[in-house]
């Protein structure tokens, strides 16, 4: 399947009650098989209309329709076959198969995003019935619509991709319809690009992109993107916003759509609700997992999580044996615990912090010596030019923090900021969030290191965070330093960041403690 070809696999669905006064619901969709008409969507619209809420709380495998009103109805809007049409939509009615209960993703849900982290999936922190649909995120519903798609070559399954064989930093495009049905000649199935970010759970049941979403993309499509030509679903957008601590993280949620496509078999089994909709469900590639399906990713060096006790972020490995990270992230101690995530494995290591910059000065940088060697670790070649506009990707412990390792997010190197011809800041547009402090900022296309993260926005006015607005200190202002230390092993060459030029302290000023951001 082509780039071109995945707002045509794309709708919107909404359901509502007839002859009831309340408000019709929408999402978007993905047509999993054509022929038959089989779409897949969230399940969220219809927890609004279940005969007993209970059923949507509990680990149920299955809802069948009789669970829910039977004044229920539900209208699909398609993407006309030809952009000549003058309709760029048309719509069809479509009937309820069943809501699935995805149990993997919802077990990875559990274990990722936990309470005492204050996580939250709504917008609204008063709208209770927006957060009775945050308890139902793992379920999705199985749609037949009244008029079968075409019959051409791509009227079977989808093309599609296992959770399992996915990495973090592959490049992915998201499809949805922002706001849902609303004015879907101007928002319906709307693309937008990033890459995976994170992974947790059975064969990554749960998927988190950069790829930026609206309200109402709910249901919509993620896809891997081989090449321009090779386009397969990996999952189903399951929430566009997630909050952490009041922390908007910019990432958006997906499940697996394989884990989605297991549960439907599991539960088929047993009792069949979809007899007749995939009439030969091993052909239609739903019992065989595809082939794997490599998809290339960011090449990075080694960021590990440093934790001081009371603050913890990210570090990056400058040399064997040496980590840069931010000072508030070492936070005054002599040593530090470091992790390092390697694919499955976690090494945990003692660090003895070498050095680490004033308050005063306008550098928050910390030097940290490990007690062991990392024989994994990749130290990265330094970048010697800046390039603004140039693809750029953010590698540290944000958004999942410990507990799935390192999250990527891409993003362009929006400002380099100099004085006297030498860089002291760098800007991107990758979202930051609490916990990447210390991280890498890389160059995607070499994967040479061309800073450190020292943070994000936040408006203390307005109690707003900007994920997509951070600050990071270029490799260009310790790099020097850091040959000399290896020649001199002596601390003190570091001391001259403590005594920065006025100016430079003007450019990092939104630091102070005077400066609202």
């Not at 508030?328 to 660090?351: E, P, Y």
Request: proline content about 5%; aromatic content about 8%; some cysteine.
């Amino acid at each position: 399947m082509e780039v071109q070809e995945v707002e045509k696999c794309c709708c919107v669905v909404q359901v509502f009650e007839a002859f009831s006064a309340k408000k019709p619901v929408s999402c978007s969709g993905v047509i999993v098989h054509r022929q038959s008409g089989t779409v897949l969507c969230t399940g969220v619209p219809f927890s609004r209309f279940p005969t007993d809420k209970d059923s949507l709380f509990s680990d149920h495998g299955f809802l069948s329709p009789r669970s829910f009103s039977d004044k229920l109805k539900i209208r699909v809007s398609l993407s006309s076959p030809s952009r000549s049409e003058t309709t760029p939509h048309r719509e069809v009615a479509a009937e309820l198969l069943m809501l699935v209960n995805c149990l993997e993703f919802k077990r990875a849900f559990q274990a990722v995003f936990q309470e005492a982290d204050k996580w939250r999936f709504h917008v609204d922190e008063e709208d209770e019935e927006l957060i009775a649909d945050a308890q139902s995120l793992s379920w999705f519903a199985v749609l037949k619509l009244s008029v079968a798609e075409d019959s051409g070559p791509n009227a079977g399954t989808i093309p599609w991709q296992s959770g399992s064989s996915l990495r973090k930093g592959c490049p992915v495009v998201a499809c949805g319809s922002p706001f849902g049905s609303l004015c879907l000649d101007l928002f319906g199935s709307s693309l937008s690009r990033g890459i995976v970010s994170n992974l947790s759970g059975e064969d990554n049941a749960v998927i988190l992109t950069d790829a930026r979403c609206l309200p109402g993309t709910e249901g919509g499509g993620l896809f891997a993107v081989k090449r321009p030509d090779d386009v397969r679903l990996l999952g189903l957008i399951v929430s566009p916003f997630g909050w952490k601590e009041n922390e908007w993280i910019g990432l958006t949620l997906v499940c697996s759509v394989h884990s989605i496509f297991r549960n439907i078999i599991r539960c088929t089994r047993g009792q069949d609700p979809l007899r007749g909709v995939w009439p030969h469900l091993g052909e239609a590639g739903l019992l065989v997992s595809p082939a794997a399906h490599e998809t290339r990713a960011v090449k990075c060096p080694t960021v590990c999580f440093v934790d001081s006790g009371l603050f913890w972020g990210s570090g990056v490995v400058v040399a064997p044996r040496l980590v840069v990270t931010c000072r508030h992230v070492v936070n005054g101690k002599s040593t530090v615990d470091l992790k390092f995530h390697h694919r499955d494995r976690v090494r945990d290591v003692v660090g003895d912090v070498l050095f680490a910059t004033k308050a005063s000065s306008s550098y928050d940088l910390a030097l940290v010596q490990l007690r062991d060697s990392v024989t994994e670790a990749v130290v990265p070649c330094m970048a010697q030019s800046y390039s603004p506009g140039e693809s750029v990707v953010v590698v540290g412990y944000g958004g999942l923090g410990r507990r799935c390792g390192p999250s990527l997010t891409s993003g362009v190197l929006s400002k380099t900021i100099t004085w006297k011809d030498q860089p002291v800041m760098l800007q991107t547009t990758c979202a930051v969030q609490a916990g990447t402090s210390g991280g890498a900022v890389v160059r995607t296309r070499s994967g040479e290191l061309l800073g450190i993260v020292s943070s994000n926005t936040r408006d203390f006015a307005a109690k707003v965070t900007y994920p997509h607005l951070n600050f990071s200190i270029p490799v260009s202002v310790f790099q020097t330093l850091l040959q000399r230390f290896h020649q001199t092993k002596d601390v003190n060459v570091f001391r001259v960041l403590d005594s920065t030029e006025k100016e430079v302290g003007t450019v990092w000023r939104l630091q102070s403690a005077q400066s609202k951001l």
